[in-house]
């Protein structure tokens, strides 16, 4: 008999832009898929669909779940430090990242290491959807770029608390469609009330007068 683990259901997968000056949020595509797939399987169709839209992506980031499942050896998955190969036990340090490539280069100081003079010291990685995005997960920019994503979170809970995405009672693939989509336009208009919604201003007449009253 076959025991294997089975997942029945549908997962949306939702791509959100950020606006990183003024911490706005926005779900703009979405894909829905079986939910037995990987996660991972679906964010390159969501960042080519949105760029073919014309949207400028500057940088992706996305749950671990749509990482990649294999990375490159040497690489400490908890730090995401980097060494040049197994014997190595000096972390290395990032130079720079171009054409696709993260260039990294010994991180010892002079006299620290005895086999400086045999090797490399340096080392090349290619650009993937897990440690090495266009941000590797090992540097200081990456705290940054965890703190942005975090304001993407509010769409995702309005879609499954406000929306009710998280509990669907329909039956079809179609009526899941349905219910889906008018759930990303609810918030997405909901999003919009929130960023025209004028601030109330206290102008310092006013406060005085209020200052008097009191």
Request: hydrophobic share 35%.
């Amino acid at each position: 008999r076959d025991k294997s683990v089975f997942v029945i259901g549908y997962r949306l997968h939702t791509l959100t832009v950020i606006d990183a000056k003024t911490g706005h949020s926005f779900p703009l595509v979405s894909l829905l898929a079986p939910a037995k797939n990987h996660d991972s399987h679906f964010l390159p169709f969501l960042v080519k669909l949105a760029q073919a839209m014309g949207i400028d992506i500057k940088l992706v980031t996305a749950d671990e779940a749509y990482h990649d499942k294999d990375g490159p050896e040497n690489v400490d998955r908890e730090s995401g430090a980097v060494f040049l190969d197994g014997t190595c036990t000096i972390p290395m340090q990032h130079v720079a990242c171009e054409a696709q490539t993260h260039e990294y280069k010994c991180g010892a100081a002079t006299g620290e290491c005895h086999r400086s003079s045999i090797c490399t010291q340096c080392r090349f990685i290619q650009v993937d959807r897990g440690f090495f995005q266009q941000i590797p997960y090992g540097t200081k920019s990456i705290q940054q770029a965890h703190k942005i994503r975090k304001n993407c979170e509010r769409p995702f809970n309005l879609l499954k608390n406000q929306t009710g995405l998280e509990t669907i009672r329909v039956r079809s693939q179609y009526a899941t469609m349905a219910r889906c989509t008018l759930s990303s336009i609810a918030v997405l208009l909901i999003k919009m009330a929130g960023t025209r919604r004028k601030k109330t201003i206290v102008r310092p007449q006013q406060a005085t007068l209020l200052a008097d009253a009191a």
